[in-house]
């Protein structure tokens, strides 16, 4: 069982950066593909970014290229989100996701992933 926490998160002025952060837990972190993914209230959850095992690819939805960068960290077992250039439109609850083998890393479908953090808020405001 993989356990995902995750933190950071909070209300800023469009513009602002911030930082979310999940730690794994269970299993061993490099068998871990991990995503970000959020969802806007009455909206369906939809992908952000992800990356692979190695941490060596990246994924992104063009909503967020340029803005936001995920990376992991094996010796910590965690992965960030640095959010950058904050618009109102990327207010969500925003969820970690981890996919185990055989599931391949960088899917863009929820249902590619097997557990999931306990979501955390961001709210821009303009």
């Known amino acids: 069982q993989v356990q995902l926490v995750q933190s950071g998160g909070g209300l800023v002025q469009a513009g602002d950066s911030l930082r979310l952060s999940c730690v794994a837990s269970?299993?061993?972190?490099?068998?871990?593909?991990m995503g970000w993914f959020r969802q806007a209230p009455g909206k369906e959850r939809k992908f952000v970014t992800a990356?692979?095992?190695?941490?060596?690819?990246?994924y992104y939805a063009d909503s967020v290229k340029g803005r936001f960068t995920i990376s992991s960290d094996n010796a910590q077992n965690t992965v960030h989100l640095q959010m950058n250039s904050l618009k109102p439109e990327d207010t969500a609850v925003y969820y970690c996701?981890?996919?185990?083998?055989?599931?391949?890393?960088?899917?863009?479908?929820?249902?590619?992933?097997?557990?999931w953090g306990q979501g955390t808020q961001v709210t821009v405001s303009s």
């Open positions: 996701a981890a996919a185990i083998p055989p599931r391949i890393s960088g899917s863009r479908n929820p249902t590619s992933y097997d557990y």
């Open positions: 269970g299993r061993t972190f490099s068998d871990l593909a």
């Open positions: 990356i692979s095992r190695s941490g060596g690819y990246t």
